[in-house]
């Protein structure tokens, strides 16, 4: 069975990534045998809630890419703030 999951992902990563996309959304709700109705009525709430934050420029949006390097830790020029530039050795 491991080999088999192998091959398996193997050909998967060879799809087009909205076919990946789509496959993985498929193996993760296959994995929900029940639905926690507290949780989706909290997120539910939550996704209102950023929404309205929006709706009322109460938060400031930004593009996928800065998010990204955000995310990454990485500043708007590509570089980690952390990191010593070659420039001070």
């Not at 069975?1 to 709700?29: V, W, Y």
Request: charged share 30%.
């Amino acid at each position: 069975m491991k080999q088999d999951a192998a091959i398996i992902l193997m050909e998967a990563l060879k799809l087009p990534p909205e076919a990946r996309a789509a496959l993985a959304g498929t193996l993760l709700d296959s994995l929900d045998d029940m639905v926690d109705e507290d949780a989706e009525a909290a997120w539910q709430a939550e996704i209102l809630m950023r929404f309205q934050d929006v709706d009322k420029g109460r938060v400031r949006m930004v593009p996928w890419a800065e998010a990204r390097r955000q995310m990454a830790g990485l500043s708007s020029d590509g570089r980690n703030p952390g990191d010593v530039g070659s420039e001070t050795l």
